[in-house]
């Protein structure tokens, strides 16, 4: 059965400081993997995605994340944080093809301290 | 552009009442359309999808419906709502065909008094 595990729900960091949210998946077919920002009260908004390729994707708010095929994890980091960077955070899977479903995390939140 | 639009924004409703929630997208035509629910620590989970009109797949049982009357309109009803009903209920779409990332609309809040 599809999953994705976000083992961190929820991180705390200083302003500046480098950020790295934790992302496993479980997938039975070649997997499509998103990461998604949420404020709160708001929609998702996605900040990268990764399905072939060059395993180290760029987003947007310079946010970027590596797969690792061997450890089934597709970890987002930012070298420094801001604080509008703080948000919730969703890592998700989505089949190749559309039309099936699409599995989120249960979310991490961030807090970004002065 | 494409956009989605959800509505309401915010929802109380007393036990037992009935509930429609609607979803419609612009700019686009024969999307994925998707209703997920999220409760407080308890991430995004998928209520219903559905790839055309009348097309409707529930991921879990529970005390909701979803309907897709028109290509581009999904709505999410419940005859009778329960306290465990109250949450912040998300619609989004996604493209046909591969390499798809999907869409969110703006989200209801529900609150089951």
């Known amino acids: 059965a599809q999953s994705v595990t976000q083992p961190d729900i929820h991180i705390t960091v200083s302003e500046g400081a480098s950020l790295e949210l934790r992302c496993n998946y479980s997938?039975?077919?070649?997997?499509?993997l998103f990461w998604y920002v949420q404020s709160p009260g708001q929609g998702l908004q996605l900040l990268l995605k990764y399905f072939s390729g060059d395993t180290l994707v760029q987003g947007i708010k310079g946010f970027e994340a590596e797969f690792k095929r061997s450890q089934s994890s597709f970890n987002l980091r930012k070298p420094s944080v801001h604080w509008s960077d703080a948000a919730e955070y969703f890592c998700?899977?989505?089949?190749?093809?559309?039309?099936?479903?699409?599995?989120f995390g249960t979310g991490t939140s961030l807090t970004v301290i002065p | 552009s494409q956009t989605i639009h959800q509505w309401p924004a915010t929802l109380v409703q007393p036990v037992g009442s009935p509930l429609s929630l609607e979803c419609t997208v612009e700019g686009t035509s024969n999307p994925n359309l998707y209703w997920y629910r999220q409760a407080a620590g308890r991430g995004l989970q998928l209520l219903f999808y559905s790839v055309g009109i009348g097309q409707i797949s529930s991921e879990v049982p529970q005390n909701l419906s979803a309907s897709r009357p028109q290509d581009r309109q999904f709505i999410l009803s419940s005859k009778k709502l329960l306290l465990s009903d109250s949450g912040f209920y998300l619609c989004?779409?996604?493209?046909?065909?591969?390499?798809?990332?999907?869409?969110f609309g703006q989200g209801t809040r529900l609150t089951v008094v």
């Open positions: 989004a779409w996604r493209r046909q065909g591969r390499l798809t990332e999907a869409f």
């Open positions: 997938y039975g077919a070649t997997p499509y």
């Open positions: 998700a899977v989505g089949a190749v093809f559309s039309g099936n479903q699409f599995y």
